[in-house]
């Protein structure tokens, strides 16, 4: 099992960056990380994925060490709009879906 | 492209009912997942088809079941409606099934059970 550990809430305010580290030390040489946001009643929207090293769109980026054991979700100058719920994943076998965990919440001040 | 369509949005049933939800993946993805939301329990995964089949099962009662139509659409039932059952039903779609594939979500179908 590739779980994930990351951290309950983050604070931060209008204009900074944001990093949120999700820890996976037992991520299998397959395994893809995946990121996903979620608003309030709304379903998870996928944000980035990645395998290694640095992973960019027009969202985050997303940095991966050599080792995988650990990643950084990077969003870029967050706005209010940013408060969201993000879930790190990792694929392991079938267990990809079974949960979600309870994901980092997001909290942007102005 | 139109996203993944749930419906209805939102239902009202009472204990011992049976209900079903229905989920219009992306065109052309033929995997569909089904999660249950609560505040409590987080997302957690019921189940996922392709090609009509169901590939994974997460750890709910029988009660909870779903199908796969040729054209890719799904339904989810729950039958004998407990309060516990109240929660936001999310669908997912992605192209194949494959546990690397980026999922794709609708908003969800709220349920509230009386």
């Known amino acids: 099992l590739a779980k994930t550990t990351q951290p309950i809430s983050m604070d931060s305010y209008e204009g900074q960056e944001v990093n949120i580290t999700c820890s996976h030390n037992?991520?299998?040489?397959?395994?893809?990380i995946t990121w996903y946001q979620q608003f309030p009643s709304q379903g998870p929207r996928f944000i980035i994925q990645?395998?290694?090293t640095k992973v960019t769109n027009e969202v985050a980026s997303l940095f991966i060490p050599a080792d995988r054991k650990s990643s950084t979700l990077s969003l870029p100058r967050v706005s209010l709009s940013d408060t969201a719920v993000y879930y790190c994943l990792v694929a392991a076998s079938n267990d990809y879906k079974l949960s979600f965990g309870a994901g980092t919440t997001v909290t942007v001040r102005a | 492209k139109a996203g993944v369509t749930q419906t209805p949005r939102y239902l009202i049933k009472t204990r011992g009912q049976q209900v079903t939800l229905s989920c219009s993946p992306i065109?052309?993805?033929?995997?569909v997942s089904w999660y249950q939301q609560t505040p409590g329990q987080g997302l957690q995964f019921l189940f996922e088809y392709f090609s009509e089949t169901q590939r994974n099962k997460g750890n709910f009662p029988g009660r909870f079941s779903g199908r796969q139509f040729s054209n890719s659409r799904s339904e989810m039932n729950v039958s004998t409606l407990e309060l516990g059952d109240s929660a936001l039903y999310l669908c997912?779609?992605?192209?194949?099934?494959?546990?690397?594939?980026?999922?794709?979500f609708g908003d969800g179908t709220r349920l509230s059970i009386l």
């Open positions: 065109s052309g993805h033929r995997s």
């Open positions: 990645g395998y290694k």
């Open positions: 997912a779609s992605s192209l194949v099934a494959g546990d690397n594939q980026p999922q794709h």
């Open positions: 037992n991520i299998a040489t397959n395994d893809y």
